[in-house]
T-cell receptor, first 114, second 114 residues
Framework: GNSVTQMEGPVTLSEEAFLTINCTYT??????LFWYVQYPGEGLQLLLK?????DKGSNKGFEATYRKETTSFHLEKGSVQVSDSAVYFC?????????????FGKGTKLSVKP | NAGVMQNPRHLVRRRGQEARLRCSPM?????VYWYRQLPEEGLKFMVY????????ESGMPKERFSAEFPKEGPSILRIQQVVRGDSAAYFC????????????FGSGTRLTVV
């Protein structure tokens, strides 16, 4: 079945450090890939997405590239801020028939220290 | 343009009581998804509904859980005879159609069973 695996947290960084959160997936078809962010006590917000191989999603300084050959969608940011502290979820969505639900990884908690 | 509205934000129930969680999708969205987030876990798909129809309930526990999305009014996730293991955050998401690439999530209902 389809699945998403992302690196275990928590990840603790100093402000302005480089961030990478690894995400790999298993899918039978050609899924769309997503990163969601969850701030404390809130719901999930879509951070960025990519719908086909080699697409790069980007938003708020975050980037991720859909790599079909390595089945990966790693999240990166060149310089993190304290306000980026949150839990980040990688997810995929595969279409077909009546499907359409998202499959999430377990989440990676990021803490950024000033 | 209000987002996805969930209520209540927090719900406390004693073991054996019923819990009713409500979700009003974004205006113009006719597809609703319910997810459950257990502590320190990612989100798990429960059920996907369109107006008056359950499309996919493959993630719903077979007993005590039910969902509906009537023609008028919010979607309801109902848990009968709650047990401690039902304590979790329940999130609702909506989209305008099956091909829409990103959901909009509500802020969730945090259910605590005492």
């Amino acid at each position: 079945g389809n699945s998403v695996t992302q690196m275990e947290g928590p990840v603790t960084l100093s402000e302005e450090a480089f961030l990478t959160i690894n995400c790999t997936y298993t899918a039978t078809g050609y899924p769309s890939l997503f990163w969601y962010v969850q701030y404390p006590g809130e719901g999930l917000q879509l951070l960025l997405k990519a719908t086909k191989a080699d697409d790069k999603g980007s938003n708020k300084g975050f980037e991720a590239t859909y790599r079909k050959e390595t089945t990966s969608f790693h999240l990166e940011k060149g310089s993190v801020q304290v306000s980026d502290s949150a839990v980040y979820f990688c997810a995929l969505r595969e279409y077909g028939g009546s499907q359409g639900n998202l499959i999430f990884g377990k989440g990676t908690k990021l803490s950024v220290k000033p | 343009n209000a987002g996805v509205m969930q209520n209540p934000r927090h719900l406390v129930r004693r073991r054996g009581q019923e819990a009713r969680l409500r979700c009003s999708p974004m205006k113009g969205h006719s597809h609703v998804y319910w997810y459950r987030q257990l502590p320190e876990e990612g989100l798990k798909f429960m059920v996907y509904l369109q107006k008056e129809n359950i499309i996919d309930e493959s993630g719903m526990p077979k007993e005590r859980f039910s969902a509906e999305f009537p023609k008028e009014g919010p979607s309801i996730l109902r848990i009968q005879q709650v047990v401690r293991g039902d304590s979790a955050a329940y999130f609702c998401a909506s989209s305008p159609n099956l091909r829409y690439y990103g959901y909009t999530f509500g802020s969730g209902t945090r259910l605590t069973v005492v």
